[in-house]
């Protein structure tokens, strides 16, 4: 059992479930870049569905990041009306662990700010991006499950 906020623990089936979750978002973004983006050489043609598919590989890395801050210890506290900021997750992640802030800013930085917002279509960076993911999700790993790992996926 994991800590929770406010005392409460998080079972071994919510654990299970969150990165089963995880591992969905980004099974789907690969799904999309491979069947919608139309990669041709070294660049998809088609900016609208790589948005989109970063734009679902990067909720996998917040629902990732809000699982391992909680199993820390370290969750965020959602206030009503305000949306959690970027720089949340880097404070707290920051006190726990500096290699998976690292990796949390790598996705961060390629799946939300350059391929979703400035439409980045470069398939080497989109899947740097989805590698950096996959490495934030395999942290919540629970026992028993296989690793997701970026040959598993769709290309």
Request: some cysteine.
């Amino acid at each position: 059992m994991q800590e929770h906020p406010k005392g409460k623990t998080m079972s071994t089936k919510e654990r299970q479930n969150r990165y089963r979750e995880a591992v969905r978002y980004i099974s789907n973004a690969s799904e999309i870049l491979r069947t919608k983006a139309q990669k041709m050489d070294k660049y998809y043609q088609d900016d609208k569905y790589v948005r989109m598919a970063c734009a679902t590989a990067y909720n996998g890395v917040l629902l990732a990041a809000d699982t391992y801050l909680e199993m820390k210890g370290k969750a965020i506290e959602k206030k009503k009306g305000a949306r959690v900021s970027v720089d949340d997750y880097r404070t707290r992640l920051a006190k726990i662990d500096k290699s998976m802030l690292r990796t949390f800013n790598t996705a961060y930085e390629i799946l939300h700010l350059v391929g979703y917002y400035e439409g980045e279509t470069n398939y080497s960076v989109i899947r740097a991006g989805i590698d950096s993911a996959i490495d934030v999700i395999n942290q919540i790993k629970p026992a028993g499950e296989a690793d997701l790992q970026l040959n598993q996926l769709p290309s």
